[in-house]
């Protein structure tokens, strides 16, 4: 299932759900703004670009095998759960 401020890929558009939704059904999602969304166990710093991993569903600094989502606006280490972020307006 799907939860209210979970990050979401469809293709190449990226976005956080606004609802809770059952995988495969319709969900509204935001696309533009700034989020805080679950990260990797990695440092991240502000303009550092980020990926979505859809294996671990978080965010990473490692592209190879990830779709970039965004930019960091808010220093974390690798000990934060969550980085602050703000969408790119066209998914890569």
């Known amino acids: 299932a799907i939860a ?6 469809v293709g190449k558009l990226f976005g956080v759900a606004q609802t809770d939704a059952e ?3 319709d969900v509204p999602i935001v696309t533009e703004g ?3 969304l679950p990260k990797a166990a ?3 710093n502000p303009g550092d670009l980020v990926y979505w991993s859809t ?3 978080n965010i990473t600094t490692t592209a ?3 779709t970039l989502v965004g930019v960091v ?3 974390a280490i690798a000990g934060d ?4 972020l703000k969408l790119l307006p066209v998914v890569a």
């Open 4 to 9: 209210s401020g979970d990050g979401v890929l």
């Open 23 to 25: 995988i495969g059904a």
């Open 34 to 36: 700034v989020f805080e």
């Open 42 to 44: 990695q440092a991240m």
């Open 55 to 57: 294996a671990n569903s």
């Open 64 to 66: 190879t095998a990830n």
């Open 73 to 75: 606006t808010k220093a």
């Open 81 to 84: 759960a969550t980085v602050q």
